[in-house]
């Protein structure tokens, strides 16, 4: 199988992104932040703030309108869901901080 031993193409070319990342950034400061499923802003710039309904809030607005009635999951998982102004402030500490470091 050509994505060997990760569980789907997106988790591959995530790694194939990372590794040309550390291949191409010897001697630059580079961190990689990877974030679970983005959804809206919690403050800022505004509360609720997003700019597309891709994803998780695709399903929320749907569910909202009514238009999605039933969802097909397993009851077990967990989605881990963050908001898009903890992920902007993350990559701004992250990055500080790989600067300060290197």
Sequence with gaps: ???GK????????K???EYTVRQYSI???TCIIRPS???STIEEPTSGWIN???GAM???VGSAIGLMRTLHCDPDKVAEIVPADYVISHIIAASWDTAKRK
């Design 1 to 3: 199988r050509l994505i």
């Design 6 to 13: 990760w569980p789907n193409s997106y988790t591959y070319t």
């Design 15 to 17: 790694a194939i992104a």
């Design 27 to 29: 001697g630059i400061p």
């Design 37 to 39: 499923i983005v959804t």
């Design 52 to 54: 597309n309904i891709y």
């Design 58 to 60: 695709g399903v929320v």
